[in-house]
Structures are given as structure tokens and as C-alpha cells.
Nanobody, 123 residues
Framework: QVQLVESGGGLVQAGDSLRLSCAAS????????MGWFRQVPGKEREFVAA????????YYADSVKGRFTISRDNAKNTLYLQMNSLKPEDTAVYSC????????????????WGQGTQVTVSS
């Protein structure tokens, strides 16, 4: 059973940086795409970024392009999201997810989800 566990959320000020981690276990991720999503209460879940576990190619939402970087550590089975120049509108619960594939996209179905970690950016 695949498990995804996020960590690294917190309260920061606008302009600060934060790095989220997602520890993956219980499966083989060589031919998987891993992604980050975020959600604000009352709004739909929003795609943030995705990365192909094999090869490392990535894809970003326009709202975070140039500020966020997605990466993975194959040896540690860990996914990261480096968030720089944070804005109050980045405040959300951030969740990692996994799906089968080799090309990073935002499209469903995403088969596995973590429980999420709160990121709050104050102005």
C-alpha cells in the first residue's frame, strides 16, 4: 500500500521561503509521476507542480512558475517542493499525490494522496 506523508508546512511572512517534503513508501515509483496540489477551504483543489520520477522532467502551474521548484530524491523516495518569494495567496493546505505515468501533467487520475500540510503566508 502506497503511503505519502507530507511535512514542512508552517507560518511564514510574505517573501519568505519554505520547503515541503513528501515521504513515499510502499510502492515502486520508477514509472510514476508525483505532484503537489493545494486547497483553500471553500475552493477547488489546485494543481501546483508535477515531476516524473524517472528522468525528473517537471511541469508547473503558471501561478507558481519561477517561484516554486519541485524535485525528488530517488534514494530517499522523497518528493520536495521548494517555495520561494511566498505570497499570502499561496496560503493553503498542500498535498502530495502520485499517479502512474512518465510525463508530468496535472491531469487525473491521481491514485494516491497524502494527508496535507498547512502553509500560511502572512502579509
Amino acid at each position: 500500500q502506497v503511503q505519502l506523508v507530507e511535512s514542512g508546512g508552517g507560518l511564514v511572512q510574505a517573501g519568505d521561503s519554505l520547503r515541503l517534503s513528501c515521504a513515499a513508501s510502499g510502492g515502486t515509483f520508477s514509472y510514476s509521476v508525483m505532484g503537489w496540489f493545494r486547497q483553500v477551504p471553500g475552493k477547488e483543489r489546485e494543481f501546483v507542480a508535477a515531476i516524473a520520477w524517472y528522468g525528473g522532467s517537471s511541469y508547473y502551474a503558471d501561478s507558481v512558475k519561477g517561484r516554486f521548484t519541485i524535485s525528488r530524491d530517488n534514494a530517499k523516495n522523497t518528493l520536495y517542493l521548494q517555495m520561494n518569494s511566498l505570497k499570502p495567496e499561496d496560503t493553503a493546505v498542500y498535498s502530495c499525490a502520485a499517479k502512474r505515468g512518465i510525463v508530468p501533467t496535472s491531469t487525473p487520475p491521481w491514485e494516491y494522496w497524502g494527508q496535507g500540510t498547512q502553509v500560511t503566508v502572512s502579509s
